[in-house]
């Protein structure tokens, strides 16, 4: 391989691939997090109802505040249910890790046939129509999770 080649190949690499490659593993991990801390939340919101529709039912101490928490408490876990969804937490992870396992796989080289002379600016110029393919892959991602968000009419009275 020339030297140009295999220096564009490493800046390549290093400054296109190696980094967006991180930056979708960050948000991968930020996403999956967030989908834990909410199902976290959740259940622990349930346990306390449960906990508290027992102390209403066995009427220990003051009755109503009980009953009152057994009602509040699920209604707040089913709006952080609702937060996540909004997000679309599931989804956006999924987006993140697809193209960060889509970017390793296009950056491997290509097996080429052995008979067939290798020009190293062709290769070079290969795995970079991959790479970029992937990147626009994962931004058309983007326009169809966006596409599926209902944005309510302001129009309509």
Same mark, same amino acid.
């Given at each position: 391989?020339?030297? #140009?080649?295999?220096?564009?190949?490493?800046?390549?690499? *290093?400054? #296109?691939?190696?980094?967006?490659?991180?930056f979708y593993n960050s948000r991968?991990?930020?996403?999956? #997090? +967030? $989908?834990?801390?909410?199902?976290?939340?959740?259940?622990?919101?349930?346990?306390?109802?449960?906990?508290?529709?027992?102390? +209403?039912?066995?009427?220990?101490?003051?009755?109503?505040?009980? +009953?009152?928490?057994?009602?509040?408490?699920?209604?707040?876990?089913?709006?952080?249910?609702?937060?996540?969804?909004?997000?679309?937490? *599931?989804?956006?992870?999924? =987006?993140?890790?697809?193209?960060? #396992?889509?970017?390793?796989?296009?950056?491997?080289?290509? *097996?080429?046939? !052995?008979?067939?002379?290798?020009?190293?600016?062709?290769?070079?110029?290969?795995?970079?129509?991959?790479?970029?393919?992937?990147?626009?892959?994962?931004?058309?991602?983007?326009?169809?999770?966006?596409?599926? =968000? *209902? $944005? !309510?009419?302001?129009?309509r009275a």
């Open positions: 391989m020339s030297q #140009r080649a295999s220096q564009f190949l490493g800046f390549y690499q *290093e400054c #296109r691939i190696d980094d967006q490659a991180g991968r991990t930020l996403f999956d #997090r +967030a $989908i834990d801390q909410a199902l976290s939340l959740s259940a622990f919101l349930l346990g306390l109802t449960a906990a508290a529709a027992v102390l +209403a039912g066995v009427k220990v101490g003051p009755t109503w505040v009980w +009953a009152v928490l057994a009602t509040v408490l699920p209604a707040a876990s089913a709006a952080l249910t609702s937060y996540g969804s909004l997000y679309a937490f *599931e989804q956006q992870a999924k =987006i993140y890790g697809d193209a960060a #396992r889509a970017v390793h796989a296009a950056a491997r080289p290509t *097996e080429a046939d !052995p008979s067939v002379p290798r020009v190293p600016e062709k290769d070079a110029a290969e795995l970079v129509r991959r790479v970029e393919a992937v990147f626009r892959q994962e931004q058309a991602q983007w326009g169809q999770l966006t596409s599926q =968000i *209902e $944005i !309510p009419d302001s129009t």
